[in-house]
Structure formats: structure tokens, C-alpha cells
């Protein structure tokens, strides 16, 4: 097999005279399409995937599980989340444990569910937990809003959305792409303009295609030979340029931007809860002061930064394994361990 080495001039991966471009696929859910449809293979000659940051429940911060079971373990706090959440392990225990003892932990499939949750309970304190980028920001957003106006304080949020495209950037050292790849999810509220000033910026294409295969195949065709900056956006999408106004309105409205501190996993800006919405915050209404801050085993943030694979992590299929999680990446449908678990065969 002929060596592989990087150029100087480019970051492209070379196999004797064939390059390889290197595409970072920023969201999980289409870095799962690509892997479970073969589509890796359809371009195995020419196109090296590489795994983003954009999955929802990996980019909190390392304490975020913790202070979310030591939370559930208070009185009187009904935790009302997505099922997704559940096996994450955090303070020695996970919320799915927490129920097997008797704790209030409730599913809900919208944030609607939780604010009615509120209204029928309002002895209780009703804890969403919240991750995820612009998209999932604007709809916790609104209904911190909307529990503000109807009187339910016992509605709070334990936050940890991020801006993507600071996420983004931040791996970029790491990983050498030569094309980035994106969920209109994702971008919807940011819109396409935003988008395109960052690719150009970081002087490489970009394509926002669906996540059914024929979409992902055309999106990959046109990164491959787009060499410049330069956006392909599926046509069976509308996405505006200027994004969704109304939503990054309800954003600025009810979170700050703060740079991440030393503290924070990524280094990179999070959106914080602005103190006139304290009373939502339910890192300041319920501070989980007895939960854990030993270092987790799961080095689950070097994978997501890009610094390592599953396959050098020595729980990986081991102690790890979808039904016994040891991290975010391997709980969720979206992280690279459970991908490369079901779909990588070695
Ligand atoms: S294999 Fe498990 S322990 Fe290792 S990084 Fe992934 S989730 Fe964490």
C-alpha cells in the first residue's frame, strides 16, 4: 500500500498520485447517514470523511451530566427530558438509574411537553436539560419567554447550547479539511450567508444537503471538485441567507455569549442565560453542589476535538458498548464511538 502523507501546500491526503479530499461533516446525524448507507465506500477512491463536532449531547461540558444526575437526585425536581439523555453517565450514577430508585424523571418529546409539565406541577421544580446549537438555543429561548409571561417559575433550564460555527472553528487546527459539510438543521436559524463568510474565511467549500442518500451524494460529488470557497445548497431546501430573524431575535433576547473559560471543555463561546432570566437557570435555582469533578475515564472530548479515535480509547467495545455507555459519544445516535461501533467493521 502506497504511503499516505500530507503536502505542504495542501492538507488533501495523497495515495500515490490519487488525493484525497478530506471532508469534516460537521453534524453527527448526516456522519451516521454516510457511514450506514455505504456511501464512504461509493467514494473510498477519492473522499476521506472526517467526523465533526455537531453532535447535540457531546458538546457539553464535562460536568454537565454530573450536575444534571446530582440535580435529579433533589427534592421536589422533576427532570423532564428526551430519552437520549438517560443512559448518559454522571455524579456515579445516570438518570435512567435514578428513575430505577424512585426519582421523577419524565420523557417528553417537545419542550411544549415540559412547559405543561410545569403548569400541571407547580409544586415541583421542572429541570429541562438543554444541548445543541442555534436551532435547539431559539426554541429553549422561546419558552423561557413563554414561561416568564404565563408565571411558571418552577420551569428551568439546565443549559448548555453553543454557537456552532465557534465549535466549528475550534477543530479546524486539528483535523486539516479541505471541505466542511452541514445539516440544514443546523444552519437553518444562522442562514446560509453566515455560512458562507466562514468557508470563505477558512478558504474551502461547503454544501448543506438533506441527509437521505441521493442528497448527501450530490452535496459530496459537488465538494469534490469544488476546490475554492464556494456553497452548494440543496435545492429541496429553503434556507435564507439572512437566517431566521425571529429565532436569533429570541436568542439575543434570552442568552449572553460568554467566551469559554478555562473551565469549559471546548474554549469556545456558549450561550449563558441572561440574569433577567435567572429565575429559568437551573444552575443558579439548584445548585448541585455535591456532584462530582473527578475527571470521567471517557476521553470523549479529544474525540470530538478530533485528537483521538474511538479505536484508541481502551473502553472502546469493552467496558464501552451502546448499552453500557461510558460517554456521550457512545450514548448518543449521534456520537462517533456508537457510529463507528455499528458501522465500522474492523
Ligand atoms: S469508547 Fe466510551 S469511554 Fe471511550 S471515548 Fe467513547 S464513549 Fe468514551
Known sequence: MPAIKFTERSNRMQTGNKRKKRILVVSGNQYRAIKMHGITKRFSESVEFIYGPGCVLCSGNKDFFHRLVAISKQENVIIATGDNYLKIPGNGSTLEKERRKGREIRTVYTINDVLLLAKHKRRDKIVFPALGFETMAAATAAAILQAKVAGLFN????????????????????????????SPYDVTVLGTGVVETFVSKNKMPAAIPGDEPEQLHRAIKYLEKQDSPGMYVDPQF??????????????????ETVNGDEKDIFKTPYYSIASMYTL????????????????????????????????????FKKECNPLNPLGPCMASREGLCQIEFLYTKE
Open 155 to 182: 420551569f428551568t433550564v439546565l443549559n448548555g447550547h453553543r454557537p456552532l460555527l465557534d465549535l466549528v472553528a475550534s477543530v479546524l487546527p486539528f483535523v486539516k479539511t479541505d471541505a466542511l459539510l452541514f
Open 280 to 315: 429559568h437557570d437551573a444552575e443558579k435555582r439548584l445548585p448541585a453542589t455535591h456532584y462530582q469533578t473527578r475527571e470521567n475515564a471517557c476521553p470523549c472530548h479529544d474525540i470530538i476535538k478530533g485528537k483521538n479515535t474511538p479505536f484508541q480509547c481502551r473502553y
Open 238 to 255: 429553503i434556507l435564507k441567507a439572512e437566517g431566521e430573524i425571529k429565532s436569533q431575535q429570541l436568542i439575543n433576547e434570552v442568552f
